[in-house]
């Protein structure tokens, strides 16, 4: 359930800045690890060219540039294209945002409000909450953790508690200071292996700041993006359109939530996960990358009778802002702590030493300096997207780390980040959109689903 992330930028999940009031918070620079190896001289070239070109153009939110792509597709790049995807490119890798109806292009009109996608999207949403869709979920970052040492360390290295053989668990990884630096989902495959994931761009990153921190012998980390790639299915369906092609039992009782395990999907080796981002019921296959093509086949003709509908990245946002599950590079950075982020239930301090420990504590104690919200903003047709000021009264109190329209409760949604003073606080509120200040108001919990019943069901 590691943080989905949309085309554009790589740099966010690794940049920071001081925030005015907050002392523990950290100045990094412009880290050079978000980049991959395939950051190139030519490919370098290319872009450099492109962003001059445009020294004087807005870029508008949902804006997709074209230059050196595509670079980096997947298996199922083909099929995604027959199904008229509209590709985003995150860390040069293709990925479909959403899916145009066939024998319109498949293009998305750049504009500061709501695009020709916006029907579309609704569409792709209306199936994963009332039946069931497939995405593809490449595009994470992703580690093998082995060897004797590994449970131990993993327990220091994170904040959760390790879980145990076949279970998962979501995890902050923080830093000296108590400041978010990731947000991991921790599948224990077996007693001395584990798969993890987390945010694709900071891979290199997390791979140096693990490696800075192995104990002499008994842990080997391996790094696996482009082995391991994933299809997720998810919706009250999702159980019966995968329960076809495997023969281990997947009720509630005997593959609860949060469960991973190997299993065979029809002839295809998979590591499977109970668990999705969607907030509905939902399964996270990983294959290696030969299989992809023949997982997406079988998928397909399993969901046919079920309603079965691809969706992509603009639907996940909406979904995930109706859950107001928060995102890696937006919600969750070096410059908030775990429980300003809400990420508290998974931050135990009653475990023996982890990094961050000490100060996670004093976190908690002092309440931090701000607190994550979400408002139900009275927009007309735009939505927030990240970065505008929040406000409350006549005072600036905070900022929209990302919003959107959740197609399921018909409302604009914004994430964002508050003065602790007024994060209590249910009316007064208003989002700055388009230099018009929209009034929001505090919802007390997520807008579907508030006790996360769907997903356990």
Request: glycine content about 10%; hydrophobic content about 40%.
């Amino acid at each position: 359930m590691a943080g989905f992330s949309q085309g554009g930028g790589v740099g966010l999940s690794l940049a920071n800045w001081m925030v005015e009031g907050d002392p523990g918070a950290d100045i990094w620079a412009m880290d050079v690890a978000r980049y991959g190896d395939w950051a190139n001289r030519p490919y370098t070239n290319a872009k450099v060219r492109e962003n001059y070109s445009r020294r004087f153009r807005i870029r508008f939110p949902n804006e997709e540039l074209e230059a050196a792509r595509p670079l980096r597709t997947t298996p199922i790049y083909a099929r995604l294209q027959s199904e008229n995807a509209v590709f985003g490119d995150y860390c040069t890798l293709e990925h479909p945002l959403w899916f145009a109806p066939k024998g319109m292009p498949a293009k998305e009109d750049a504009t500061f409000r709501r695009s020709n996608a916006h029907p579309h999207v609704a569409e792709e949403c209306r199936a994963v909450r009332e039946s069931c869709g497939l995405i593809e979920i490449s595009n994470y970052g992703k580690f093998e953790i082995t060897g004797p040492g590994a449970a131990d360390w993993l327990s220091r290295i994170m904040a959760c508690k390790v879980p145990a053989a076949g279970r998962i668990a979501l995890s902050p990884m923080l830093n000296d200071r108590g400041r978010l630096i990731g947000d991991f989902t921790l599948c224990r495959v077996a007693d001395e292996r584990f798969f993890v994931v987390g945010t694709y761009a900071a891979e290199v990153y997390y791979l140096r700041w693990f490696e800075q921190h192995l104990p002499p012998a008994g842990v080997a980390v391996r790094p696996c993006a482009m082995e391991y790639l994933g299809l997720s299915v998810a919706g009250p369906e999702s159980r019966a359109v995968l329960q076809k092609l495997v023969e281990r039992d997947l009720s509630t009782a005997a593959f609860p939530f949060m469960s991973f395990a190997p299993m065979d999907v029809g002839m295809v080796p998979a590591l499977v996960g109970r668990v999705s981002f969607t907030g509905e019921m939902g399964y996270e296959l990983w294959v290696t990358s030969e299989y992809l093509r023949t997982l997406y086949d079988l998928l397909q003709e399993a969901g046919r009778s079920h309603g079965l509908r691809n969706f992509g990245g603009r639907a996940l946002n909406s979904l995930r802002l109706e859950k107001s599950f928060g995102n890696w590079a937006r919600e969750f950075r070096p410059i908030y702590g775990p429980y300003e982020a809400g990420l508290g239930r998974f931050v135990h301090l009653d475990k023996p030493d982890f990094i961050g420990k000490a100060a996670a504590a004093a976190e908690k104690a002092s309440g931090g300096v701000r607190k994550l919200v979400t408002l139900d903003v009275d927009a007309k047709d735009a939505d927030a997207f990240g970065d505008e000021p929040i406000w409350h009264g006549d005072k600036v109190v905070g900022w929209v780390t990302s919003g959107g329209y959740g197609h399921t409760v018909g409302k604009s949604i914004a994430l964002g980040y508050v003065d602790k003073a007024v994060a209590g606080e249910t009316d007064g509120f208003a989002v700055e959109l388009l230099g018009e200040r929209m009034a929001a108001v505090r919802s007390a919990g997520a807008l579907v689903d508030p006790q996360g019943l769907r997903m356990r069901s």
